[in-house]
């Protein structure tokens, strides 16, 4: 005569405290596995600005020693920096700006709006040819301290026409804009670096090394006029009453960090 076999499974008590197991472990290891996945995103943009860092040198080697323009005409596409430093990376394709030109945490756009993704600004404030200004650009001996000169930085519109159906997160922006020369668009509710690495931005020198920084966190409410304690680091404006000459991290010469 076979025996019969009791076989005994697992009580609710027991599946409970599997599930709850598994829960913890769970919010243990996902933050670690999203902090590792940014991490990633942030070197792969580390990258880019190098690259991009290194084609302007390339660029300046060909042109007298000079800088790119920012613009060479009216603010067209095809007026802009990048069909100038582009001819060294091959990245854009036809007029569209891929590649090195967006950083992967940047937000993901809709409805052809790709070209507005880009994610470096130039510092064409000071190293020349910005929109409406002199069609003249600096030599990069001018640079007094190129590694305390910014050339490009992470930057990204907050302000309320940028937030459209199909860019409901803001869109890019093709400079970067020194707090005193461009004061009107230097703030942290319309061009203002993005933080998108949890929390920093990073911004490339005219030595070529990139750095990631923390500044002011951007946001979408105006204020008027913006709080001083808004303009930190990078970002500082400088001018009487500090160490400083006005937008020490974007002049060339004077008294710079």
């Given at each position: 005569m076979k025996k019969v076999q009791n076989l005994r499974g697992f009580t609710l008590?027991?599946?409970l405290v599997v599930i709850a197991i598994i829960a913890i472990l769970a919010a243990i290891l996902f933050p670690v596995f999203a902090a590792a996945r940014e991490n990633a995103r942030k070197a792969s943009?580390?990258?880019?600005?190098?690259?991009?860092a290194t084609a302007m040198r390339m660029y300046s080697d060909d042109n007298g020693d000079r800088f790119a323009p920012g613009t060479t005409g009216a603010w067209e596409d095809k007026n802009l920096w990048w069909f100038k430093v582009d001819p060294y990376i091959k990245q854009m394709q036809g007029t569209s700006l891929t590649g090195v030109y967006v950083c992967p945490s940047s937000p993901k756009l809709r409805g052809g709006n790709e070209n507005v993704r880009r994610c470096y600004g130039y510092n064409a404030y000071y190293l020349g040819s910005a929109p409406g200004q002199p069609q003249v650009t600096a030599k990069t001996a001018e640079a007094e301290s190129p590694s305390t000169t910014i050339l490009f930085l992470e930057s990204w519109r907050f302000d309320s026409a940028a937030f459209t159906a199909s860019t409901p997160r803001g869109i890019g922006s093709a400079f970067c804009y020194p707090p005193v020369k461009a004061a009107s668009i230097c703030r942290p509710d319309y061009v203002w670096p993005?933080?998108?690495?949890r929390g920093?931005?990073?911004?490339?020198?005219v030595d070529g090394h990139v750095r990631s920084v923390k500044v002011s966190p951007p946001r979408e409410t105006p204020t008027s006029p913006t709080p001083a304690a808004e303009f930190t680091g990078i970002m500082e404006k400088g001018g009487s009453g500090t160490p400083y000459d006005p937008d020490p991290w974007f002049r060339l010469d004077g008294r710079k960090p």
């Open positions: 008590i027991e599946l943009c580390i990258s880019n600005m190098k690259q991009l993005p933080g998108w690495h920093l931005s990073n911004v490339a020198m």
